[in-house]
């Protein structure tokens, strides 16, 4: 978004050509940096929020009155929360980009109905393992 908005409205306003396309990538980049890091923070809050509050439920807690002990596993609870539902997001996330992957790819090939199927559960396992493998190898460097 940041990209085609600062493109456009460079380009609206006579800039030279040089100068909204470097604008241009610098605005796309910056939106990609801050898309990636506020997504892991948003995802992390919510899980630490969701987290926080079952526990406070399940013990049956309120946090005006509650003890050290009390807010200390909440707190606990809350952070294992937050780990969680980062590490699930990104499977989620690995599952879901590689189900739309296949579609498009078995929508581009226009196979029959029966085959279209067998190739999209396909092509869906190997953008799976190609995603996984990719990301432990990521992570270990």
Do not use: C, K, N
Request: aromatic share 10%; proline share 3%.
């Amino acid at each position: 978004m940041g990209f085609f908005t600062v493109y456009h409205w460079f380009l609206a306003r006579g800039a030279a050509p040089t100068a909204h396309w470097v604008l241009a990538i610098l605005a796309g980049l910056a939106g990609i940096v801050l898309a990636v890091f506020l997504q892991r923070v948003a995802v992390a809050v919510a899980g630490f929020l969701v987290g926080g509050w079952y526990m406070a439920g399940l013990l049956g807690v309120h946090f005006a009155t509650a003890r050290g002990v009390d807010l200390l596993l909440i707190l606990v609870v809350a952070i294992i929360a937050a780990v969680a539902a980062v590490w699930v997001f990104d499977l989620a996330l690995v599952v879901l980009s590689s189900l739309a992957g296949a579609q498009l790819i078995v929508e581009a090939l226009h196979p029959r109905p029966g085959p279209a199927r067998l190739l999209v559960v396909v092509l869906l396992g190997v953008g799976i393992a190609i995603q996984l493998g990719w990301t432990a190898r990521r992570q270990e460097a």
